[in-house]
């Protein structure tokens, strides 16, 4: 068992209201595991549970993008797993029931059980809906530890991989599963809208799975340049065109794109993404714009008469394991990424740079080891 008692965590209250606390450490059952936080990413739905966009499920420990290593474990676990302490591992956000008829099929993101005390469906999901009250308490990665029981999905890592590869495993299997999802073929022709983390990383998966030519669409200039970085051969300021669907076919040559993958978490992104594949093409959605966000979009002239596949991915089930390879090649300049670290107690600062997009932002992350600047 690790040495410390107690793990410290932030902790939203309430919309808007975020303090730092700590907990005591659980005895640990047979088949459960404790991870010690190494690295937590921020991501924007962080910053949309803060502001109640996303229900209510007060109070809560935040971050879904954790890697660590194993702190202690059941002997169950050691032997079910074939982990060790010591171990570094990545824990998917999600904590299915395996029994529903979702599970049942392979599709576990869509967990039908109800999350603890939620009252609401949606599955299981670290940092996002399971209440700090939720014994033991230990289910968000803004935190020194977290709890992983028997339901958690966990991964080994490399013992080599760089911390600040590792952190990115979460939204590049989000990038994979959208691939996935949008049956990406080789040589097919791919934009991407957003440039987000996951838009950036969604490039290189996409280079990686044999995609012909990537293009990336965004609004903000140094997030493009580094676009081509992972993969892009062209990119598209899309506050510079009145038509993007024009300004892509111009791009490729007088064709529209096989696949479009939308990251933006935007409405408008999301039309854009509509109209800017060929007929019969396939669009991805995998952006979260918040709740009571509407699309729309025209139902003859926009979906029946061009007979698009439209296909919302929802986080990062089946992704892992392509994204975890694939960091591990080291293909890419996946460092590059993560632009800024901050303390657990400067959360409130790392917040506000995101939300600024000041200095360069790219990818901020939390290091519960580090100290206050």
Known sequence: MDASTTARQVVFDGVGAVRIDSIGLPSLGHDDVLVRIAM?????????????????PFPLVPGHEFVGEVAALGDGARVK???????????EMLLPCGA??????????????DAPASGRDGGRQYGVNIPRTTAPGLWGGYAEYLFA???????????GLPWDHAVLVEPLAVAHRALARGRLRPGEDVVIIGPGPVGLLAAAAARASGAG????????????????????????????????????????????????????????AQVDAVRSVRRGGRVVLAGACGAG?????????DLLTREIDVLP????AGGFEPAIAQ????????????????????????????????DGVVKAVLEPRRTKE
């Open 313 to 316: 991915s929802f986080l990062s």
């Open 81 to 91: 797993r074939g982990i060790a302490v010591g171990d570094h591992v990545a824990v």
């Open 213 to 268: 030519r990537v293009i990336i669409v965004g609004t903000r200039p140094s997030r493009l340049a580094l676009a081509r970085r992972f993969g892009a051969d062209a990119i598209v300021d899309s506050t510079t065109v009145e038509d993007l669907p024009g300004a892509v076919r111009d791009v490729l040559g007088g064709q529209l794109p096989d696949l479009v993958v939308e990251t933006a978490g935007v409405v408008n």
């Open 149 to 159: 029981p028997d339901a958690a999905v966990i991964h080994t890592m490399p013992s």
């Open 327 to 358: 960091l591990n090649r080291g293909e890419f300049p996946f460092h590059e990424l993560v632009t800024h670290r901050f303390a657990l107690d400067d959360v409130e600062r790392a917040f506000s740079l995101i939300e600024s997009r000041a």
């Open 293 to 301: 966000q509407t699309l729309g979009v025209l139902a003859d002239e």
């Open 100 to 113: 529903c008829a979702r599970c049942r099929e392979g599709r576990y993101n869509l967990c039908e059980k």
């Open 40 to 56: 937590v990413g921020i991501c924007a739905t962080d910053l949309h549970l803060l502001a109640g966009h996303i229900g209510d």
